[in-house]
C-alpha cells in the first residue's frame, strides 16, 4: 500500500471508529486492527498458528509457512504438495496420524493468547475462492475451549464457505449436545463468478444480548444469547473469543484433485471495535 493509499485508509478507519448513536454518543471505537501493510510473516504480535491436520478429516496440513503479507494483503495459501507426514502412526487411531504422507498445506492464524475480546464488532475484508475443494473461513472460538472443550467454548463462523455457498453460524453446547444456528446463501444468488472476484466485508456485531452477523451490511443471521443460558455452567457467548483465519482444503470443501492449485484466501484487514461507553 502506498503512501497515498496510507492516508486513505486511515481516514477510513478513523471515520469508521465512530459512528453516532441517538444522543450523539460515540457507539463504536475501534479497539484492534490488522492492515497487513507490511511486506513478509504476519505481525507474530497479533497472530499465532495453528500445526498439523486440525480438524474435520481435513486435507491440509496447517503451517506457519503458507501465511504472507505482500501488497497490503495477508495472503492465505493453500498448496498441493507432498511430503512424508511427521505425526505419521499406523498404530493410531487418529484420522491425522494415519496419514503416511500429506498431500496439502495451508495456514491457519489464531488471535489466542494475543488478542482476546469479549463482544464487539469483529469485521475483515476479504476475498474468497469459491473453486471445489476450498473451504476459507474467518471465525471464533472461545478462549474457555481449553477448560471445557468444543462446542461448550462457544463457535461463530462469522465467514465460512464450502461446495457453492457462503455460510454464517453460532455453534454452541447445550444439555450435553451440538447446537448449531447455520444460514446458508449459494454464491450463485450472489452473483456468481463475478461476485467472487470482487471483496467483500463481513461483520460480526455481538453483545450480552445477541450475535448479528453480516455481509456487506445486510444480516444474513442473527442468535440470542440466552440459547446458551444452561444452569451450572457459564454462557459461552459471554466469555472472551479469540479469531481464526484459514483456508481448509477437502472434507466438507469438496474434493479439490480436479482443482488447480494455489486456493488463496486474501484478507485486507481485519477490524475490532467495541462500544465507546465499554471499558
Request: aromatic share 12%.
Amino acid at each position: 500500500m502506498g503512501i497515498g493509499q496510507t492516508v486513505v485508509a486511515f481516514c477510513i478507519v478513523a471515520l469508521a471508529a465512530i459512528h453516532a448513536a441517538p444522543g450523539g454518543a460515540a457507539e463504536w471505537k475501534l479497539v484492534w486492527q490488522d492492515e497487513f501493510d507490511k511486506d513478509g510473516k504476519p505481525d507474530p504480535a497479533n497472530w499465532d498458528y495453528e500445526h498439523g491436520f486440525v480438524r474435520n478429516n481435513e486435507l491440509q496440513w496447517y503451517q506457519p509457512e503458507n501465511a504472507v503479507c505482500k501488497d497490503g494483503m495477508l495472503i492465505i495459501e493453500a498448496r498441493r504438495e507432498s511430503k512424508p507426514n511427521p505425526s505419521f502412526d499406523p498404530k493410531s487411531s487418529h484420522w491425522g496420524a494415519k496419514r503416511k504422507t500429506i498431500e496439502y498445506t495451508s495456514a491457519c492464524l489464531i488471535s489466542k493468547g494475543k488478542h482476546e475480546f469479549t463482544y464487539g464488532k469483529f469485521e475483515a475484508r476479504m476475498r474468497i475462492d469459491i473453486r471445489k475443494g476450498s473451504w476459507p473461513a474467518f471465525w471464533t472460538l472461545g478462549t474457555s475451549i481449553d477448560k471445557v472443550g468444543w462446542p461448550e467454548c462457544g463457535e461463530i463462523d462469522i465467514m465460512e464457505f464450502y461446495t457453492g455457498t457462503v455460510l454464517a453460524n453460532v455453534c454452541h453446547g447445550l444439555n450435553g449436545k451440538q447446537k448449531w444456528l447455520t444460514t446458508k446463501k449459494p454464491v450463485a444468488e450472489l452473483g456468481g463468478d463475478a461476485w467472487a472476484k470482487e471483496f467483500h466485508v463481513w461483520t460480526m456485531e455481538w453483545d450480552e444480548k445477541k450475535v448479528d452477523l453480516l455481509l456487506d451490511g445486510k444480516l444474513a443471521a442473527h442468535f440470542d444469547c440466552a440459547g446458551d443460558d444452561e444452569p451450572g455452567k457459564d454462557n459461552a457467548f459471554h466469555k472472551p473469543h479469540y479469531i481464526l483465519l484459514n483456508q481448509a482444503i477437502g472434507s466438507t470443501g469438496g474434493d479439490p484433485s480436479k482443482t488447480d492449485f494455489p486456493v488463496r484466501l486474501e484478507v485486507d484487514w481485519v477490524r475490532v471495535y467495541q462500544r465507546a461507553d465499554k471499558p
